[in-house]
């Protein structure tokens, strides 16, 4: 079986927390993502000072979003701060199939084994064991090797997943947010390291 190449586009953003928050809430106000574009562009919601960057800030939020159903962007636009970073957490996971495969093969498995420490080495053996399988971790240069490491533990630190440096802290997923993963069966729950 030939596997799904890996996007590796997540250099350019990290959580991007108030930007998911800001295109849910005016999605589910407008009911038209073209609308959400060109509203966020005209009137520079993101605030950001070039077209450029607005641009690609929107592009990768959107992306990011635009898969989940009205209740989970409901949650993003409304729920608590834990609701909100899961599901975009979880969106993330949804876009960025390597970033799961970090979060469950990885994480999770150090948390039932009761290892707490996370580094970059765990993500560096993680990715030369996948670059067997997949060519293009084999093609970028390290210094975007070394922006995806940058972003994925500030995406990490960002969902509470990591604290105090690189130290796991297991999650308690909210009832709201296990019932939005169980339901699609998209990504298994482990993305979020549980204590058992």
Same mark, same amino acid.
């Given at each position: 079986?030939?596997?799904?190449?890996?996007?590796?586009? @997540?250099?350019?953003?990290?959580?991007?927390?108030?930007?998911?928050?800001?295109?849910?809430?005016?999605?589910?106000?407008?009911?038209? #993502?073209?609308?959400? *574009?060109?509203?966020?562009? %005209? &009137?520079?919601?993101?605030?950001?000072?070039?077209?450029?960057? &607005?641009?690609?800030?929107? /592009? +990768?939020?959107?992306?990011? $979003?635009?898969?989940?159903?009205? +209740?989970?962007?409901?949650?993003?636009?409304?729920?608590? *701060? +834990?609701?909100?970073?899961?599901? $975009? #957490?979880?969106?993330?996971?949804?876009?960025?199939?390597?970033? *799961?495969?970090?979060? !469950? %093969?990885?994480?999770?498995?150090?948390?039932?084994? @009761?290892?707490?420490?996370? /580094?970059?080495?765990?993500?560096?053996? @993680?990715?030369?064991?996948?670059?067997? &399988?997949?060519?293009?971790?084999?093609? $970028? /240069?390290?210094?975007?090797?070394?922006?995806? $490491?940058?972003?994925?533990?500030?995406?990490?630190?960002?969902?509470?997943? !990591?604290?105090?440096?690189?130290?796991?802290?297991?999650?308690?997923?909210?009832?709201?947010?296990?019932?939005?993963? !169980? /339901?699609?069966?998209? !990504?298994?729950?482990?993305? @979020?390291? &549980?204590?058992?």
């Amino acid at each position: 079986m030939i596997e799904q190449r890996y996007n590796l586009g @997540f250099t350019g953003g990290a959580l991007l927390y108030r930007d998911s928050v800001l295109l849910a809430k005016l999605y589910l106000d407008l009911k038209d #993502w073209d609308k959400v *574009r060109k509203t966020i562009l %005209e &009137q520079n919601l993101l605030q950001i000072r070039t077209l450029a960057a &607005q641009r690609r800030i929107y /592009s +990768e939020t959107y992306t990011r $979003i635009k898969e989940l159903d009205n +209740e989970a962007l409901s949650i993003i636009a409304n729920g608590s *701060r +834990e609701e909100q970073t899961q599901l $975009i #957490w979880y969106a993330i996971c949804l876009k960025y199939t390597i970033i *799961r495969d970090f979060a !469950v %093969e990885v994480i999770s498995n150090k948390v039932k084994k @009761f290892d707490y420490d996370i /580094s970059d080495a765990d993500f560096h053996v @993680f990715y030369n064991n996948k670059a067997i &399988q997949h060519d293009e971790l084999n093609k $970028i /240069s390290l210094q975007s090797k070394r922006r995806l $490491i940058i972003n994925l533990f500030k995406m990490l630190k960002d969902t509470g997943i !990591v604290i105090d440096g690189k130290r796991i802290k297991p999650v308690i997923v909210a009832s709201s947010t296990k019932k939005i993963i !169980v /339901s699609e069966g998209k !990504v298994p729950l482990e993305i @979020f390291p &549980q204590q058992k």
